[in-house]
C-alpha cells in the first residue's frame, strides 16, 4: 500500500500564505495523479486540486487564482501553495493519489492536515 503524509498545516490570518506537502512512499509504482481534498467542520469533503504525473491540473472554482499544485515526480511529492487565504480555506486538508497497476485503480488517502484561517 502507499503511505501518504502531509505536513505544512498550521494557523495563519486571513490574506497570508501556506504551503502544503504531500510525500508518498511504499507501494508508489503506477502514480498517475495525486491531490488535495478538505473537508471543513459538518461540511462533505471536497476536492480542491489535483495533478497528474503528466502535469495536468484541475481547481476547485473556490481556490482558483489563489492556490497552485505542483508534483515532483521524481520524489513522489504533491505541494500546495495557498495564498491570498480566507477563513472559508479553513478546513482540514486530505492528500491523496491514485494509482494504476495492471490496469486497475488504485487510491489512497493521508492523515491529513488542519488549515486554520483567522479573520
Known amino acids: 500500500q502507499v503511505r501518504l503524509v502531509e505536513s505544512g498545516g498550521g494557523l495563519v490570518q486571513a490574506g497570508e500564505s501556506l504551503t502544503l506537502s504531500c510525500a508518498a512512499s511504499?507501494?508508489?509504482?503506477?502514480?498517475?495523479?495525486m491531490g488535495w481534498y478538505r473537508q471543513a467542520p459538518d461540511k462533505q469533503r471536497e476536492l480542491v486540486a489535483s495533478?497528474?504525473?503528466?502535469?495536468?491540473?484541475n481547481y476547485a472554482n473556490s481556490v482558483k487564482g489563489r492556490f497552485t499544485i505542483s508534483i515532483d515526480n521524481a520524489e513522489n511529492t504533491v505541494y500546495l501553495q495557498m495564498n491570498s487565504l480566507k477563513p472559508e480555506d479553513t478546513a482540514v486538508y486530505y492528500c491523496t493519489t491514485t494509482r494504476v497497476v495492471a490496469g486497475y485503480e488504485y487510491g489512497g488517502w493521508g492523515q491529513g492536515t488542519q488549515v486554520t484561517v483567522s479573520s
Open positions: 495533478i497528474t504525473t503528466g502535469g495536468s491540473t
Open positions: 511504499g507501494s508508489t509504482l503506477g502514480i498517475s495523479s
